[in-house]
T-cell receptor
Framework: GEDVEQSLFLSVREGDSSVINCTYT??????LYWYKQEPGAGLQLLTY?????DMKQDQRLTVLLNKKDKHLSLRIADTQTGDSAIYFC????????????FGAGTRLAVHP | DAMVIQNPRYQVTQFGKPVTLSCSQT?????MYWYQQKSSQAPKLLFH???????NEADTPDNFQSRRPNTSFCFLDIRSPGLGDAAMYLC????????????FGPGTRLTVL
C-alpha cells in the first residue's frame, strides 16, 4: 500500500526556522496536507498544496513540493514555543475515495 | 465555535464490554470519517460515510461498526473491545469528496481495562 514517512523528532531554538520533511510513495497524489496536533487534541489543518504547485506560502509557513522525488517539506519561520506540537504530513490517496494517508508525525520541540 | 464535536473526550471500558463513541458536526458536511490513532502512530482510516453510503476500509476489523442516523451525527460502535483497541479515535468531516479539506474533532481517548 501507499506510504508516508517522516522523521520522528526535531528540536529547534526559539526564533530559528524549522524544517519538517516528508516523503510519500503515491505517484498519483493530488493533494498533500500538513496537520498540527497539540497534546490531547485533534488534528488542526495548517496548510495544503496541490500537486501541480511546487511552493505555497502562508504567513510563517512555507510548503515545498518536489513531485519528482515525492518529497514535501514544511518550513516554519521564526519558530515560537507555541509551535511545539506533532506535525503530520498526509497524502490524499489517489486510489481511494478521499482517504488520507498520514505519516507517523514529527514531534517539534522549541527551546529558549 | 465548535464544528466537529466528539463525546466523550475520555472513555474507559472493560475488556469485551461494548462501547459507543459519538461525533456530531455543525458544518452540514456530506462526508464523515472515523480514524484510529494508536500511541505515537499515524491516524488510520477505519471507514467513512458519504451521506448514508457506508464505506469500510478493507483492513478494518469486524469488531468496529458505525451508524449515521442523520447528517449531523455519526457513531462508532466497538462490539467487544480488546486491549489492542485502546487508542485515540478521531472523527472528521468534509463537504464532499476529492480534495475537500477534512476537519477533525478533538478525539476520544479510549482506555480498555
Amino acid at each position: 500500500g501507499e506510504d508516508v514517512e517522516q522523521s520522528l523528532f526535531l528540536s529547534v531554538r526559539e526564533g530559528d526556522s524549522s524544517v519538517i520533511n516528508c516523503t510519500y510513495t503515491d505517484s498519483s497524489s493530488t493533494y498533500l496536507y500538513w496537520y498540527k496536533q497539540e497534546p490531547g487534541a485533534g488534528l488542526q489543518l495548517l496548510t495544503y498544496i496541490f500537486s501541480n504547485m511546487d511552493m505555497k506560502q502562508d504567513q510563517r509557513l512555507t510548503v515545498l513540493l518536489n513531485k519528482k522525488d515525492k518529497h514535501l517539506s514544511l518550513r516554519i519561520a521564526d519558530t515560537q514555543t507555541g509551535d511545539s506540537a506533532i506535525y503530520f504530513c498526509a497524502d490524499l490517496f489517489s486510489g481511494g475515495y478521499n482517504k488520507l494517508i498520514f505519516g507517523a508525525g514529527t514531534r517539534l520541540a522549541v527551546h529558549p | 465555535d465548535a464544528m466537529v464535536i466528539q463525546n466523550p473526550r475520555y472513555q474507559v471500558t472493560q475488556f469485551g464490554k461494548p462501547v459507543t463513541l459519538s461525533c456530531s458536526q455543525t458544518l452540514n458536511h456530506n462526508v464523515m470519517y472515523w480514524y484510529q490513532q494508536k500511541s505515537s502512530q499515524a491516524p488510520k482510516l477505519l471507514f467513512h460515510y458519504y451521506d448514508k453510503d457506508f464505506n469500510n476500509e478493507a483492513d478494518t476489523p469486524d469488531n468496529f461498526q458505525s451508524r449515521r442516523p442523520n447528517t449531523s451525527f455519526c457513531f462508532l460502535d466497538i462490539r467487544s473491545p480488546g486491549l489492542g483497541d485502546a487508542a485515540m479515535y478521531l472523527c472528521a468531516t468534509s463537504r464532499s469528496g476529492g480534495g475537500d479539506t477534512q476537519y477533525f474533532g478533538p478525539g476520544t481517548r479510549l482506555t480498555v481495562l
